[in-house]
């Protein structure tokens, strides 16, 4: 580990969690870019999606309707 890394290690226990999710993301967003950030955004909106069908009982009504066509 080079002198820079541990120094880096040894201030991140002065972060709170909130600034280490912060510093996480940064650092996956430099090594990955920035496609990952929308594929998450779009998963997070997926799922929002599909909660709210299930809430409103409309997943339940799409599965009855596969069923019958089935």
Partial sequence: MSTL?????????????????DLLRLLLLDIEGAEDLDAEEAWRNEIVSRVKAIRNGEAAIKALQEQWHE
Avoid: F, P, Q, R
């Fill in 5 to 21: 890394v541990a120094e880096i290690a040894g201030k991140l226990k002065l972060l709170t969690s909130a600034e280490k999710n």
